[in-house]
């Protein structure tokens, strides 16, 4: 690609952008499980774009069905209006959720499902007479995106550390890592005792001032921490005692990451509210979405006056046409192609081939489950130096990595060949052997 314009005005999103724009790297078109760069280059796509891309970059289905959208309708008004596709993509997600999880809110991104959770959770408290339930619950090493209430719930310094104090009223349980889950494969048998750190908040504070409590089912961008054995389970029944909403926050685990439709299903605890993004359109038109339990969409229409709006709450782009439209052929592939169940059978593949790394002196600990995996490297002299030593390297070997400070996180798109993930690992390996 010739660059005619220049690369100052773009200020990126979670880059060091003066390095960036000394030495970019620009992706330019993309297929499958593969990149090519404005010089040609393929590179094998790690990290399935960023958790997003479950059936692969540009899948024909998908990109046809957005392409048929935009010609057709464009946009709908989102309030007071409606359009078909929105009616019937919540009508699939709906299918795929546990439980009675069948109010689907639509939205844009990741961080817009984890704040309109968090405000859905507290106007169901008011709707139900409990007005002063407002403080909220989150976990260390949490990601819940970017927004106000996504970054004071999030439990990861550098993303808070900048914007001042947050929202009044929130509370962290700790991460649920131990010494002894050291190359622990797939779910800990010890910590589910470490969910009883919600019971102490609930004493502190008192069981009616809390509204909330969000954990991802597996914590993703903070290092893949895979829930201890009955941990969740624990979380559901401290909830359930005291009237503490739950909710799963499964940007990351959702549509068969786990080799399940949702976190949920793999780990057998159903929360009340769930939120979900990225693969909900195979990453190809920007979306999220909140699945609500029917108790609470029920209590919060219920308390409005008839005819009234019941939730003071959307977006101009809430269930967007072509979004909707990406969404239905993102599930109709996902279905046809048997790609959960592809991911279940992947899994084990994946992981001898990712816990092989193991040996390497340059590997501190790594964790994993179903299609998405960490491997924490020793760090070098300044924190971060080596995850980022690890990404130029890697791209320069014709792979693109997703690596969060000393930790690089595996998430194949989950139609990648067993060829393709030896390959990811192989390049990863060779690196990792170049860097110490
Ligand atoms: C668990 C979780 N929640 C929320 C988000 C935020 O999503 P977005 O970047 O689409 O706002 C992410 C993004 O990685 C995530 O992993």
Request: proline share 5%; hydrophobic share 40%.
């Amino acid at each position: 690609m010739n660059l005619v314009n220049s690369l100052e005005n773009y200020w990126m999103p979670f880059t060091a952008n003066r390095s960036f724009k000394a030495n970019p790297r620009i992706l330019v078109r993309a297929e499958g499980v593969y990149y090519w760069n404005d010089k040609g280059d393929r590179l094998l796509d790690s990290c399935s774009g960023l958790y997003t891309h479950a059936a692969g970059h540009c899948h024909p289905k998908v990109v046809e069905a957005v392409a048929a959208q935009v010609a057709e309708l464009d946009y709908a008004m989102a309030f007071q209006m409606g359009h078909p596709g929105a009616f019937e993509l919540a009508s699939r997600v709906a299918m795929l959720t546990p439980g009675d999880l069948n109010s689907i809110f639509f939205v844009n991104s990741g961080s817009e499902s984890v704040d309109t959770a968090l405000k859905v959770a507290i106007h169901y408290h008011k709707a139900r007479g409990e007005g002063q339930r407002t403080r909220l619950v989150g976990r260390e090493k949490g990601y819940h995106g970017v927004n106000f209430g996504g970054t004071s719930l999030g439990g990861l310094v550098r993303n808070k550390e900048s914007f001042g104090p947050g929202l009044p009223g929130i509370h962290h349980m700790r991460n649920t890592a131990l010494p002894e889950h050291q190359f622990v494969r797939g779910q800990p048998e010890t910590g589910a005792e470490l969910a009883d750190d919600l019971e102490r908040i609930v004493q502190t504070y008192g069981p009616d001032t809390i509204a909330a409590c969000i954990v991802e089912p597996i914590a993703g961008s903070g290092g893949v921490f895979v829930p201890p054995k009955g941990y969740l389970e624990r979380l559901r029944a401290i909830c359930d005692q005291h009237g503490i909403v739950l909710i799963f926050d499964e940007v990351i685990c959702g549509f068969g990451r786990t080799g399940e439709a949702f976190g949920a299903q793999a780990f057998g605890v159903t929360p009340d509210i769930m939120t979900m993004a990225k693969a909900i359109t195979n990453g190809t038109i920007p979306m999220g979405a909140v699945a609500i339990d029917d108790a609470i969409y029920a209590t919060i229409t219920g308390s409005a006056a008839p005819g009234a709006v019941e939730l003071f709450h959307g977006y101009t782009y809430s269930g967007h046409p072509v979004a909707c439209a990406a969404g239905i052929a993102a599930l109709d592939v996902y279905r046809d192609e048997g790609l959960f169940e592809r991911a279940k059978a992947l899994s084990g593949p994946f992981l001898d081939k990712v816990y092989a790394l193991q040996e390497l002196d340059m590997v501190s600990n790594i964790r994993g489950y179903g299609l998405l995996a960490a491997i924490d490297m020793v760090p070098a002299e300044k924190p971060g130096q080596r995850g980022n030593d690890l990404l130029l390297k890697c791209y320069e070997a014709g792979m693109a990595v997703r690596v969060g400070g000393d930790t690089v996180n595996l998430a194949p798109a989950l139609v990648a060949e067993e060829a393709q993930i030896e390959e990811m690992v192989s390049i990863l390996r060779q690196t990792l052997l170049e860097l110490g």
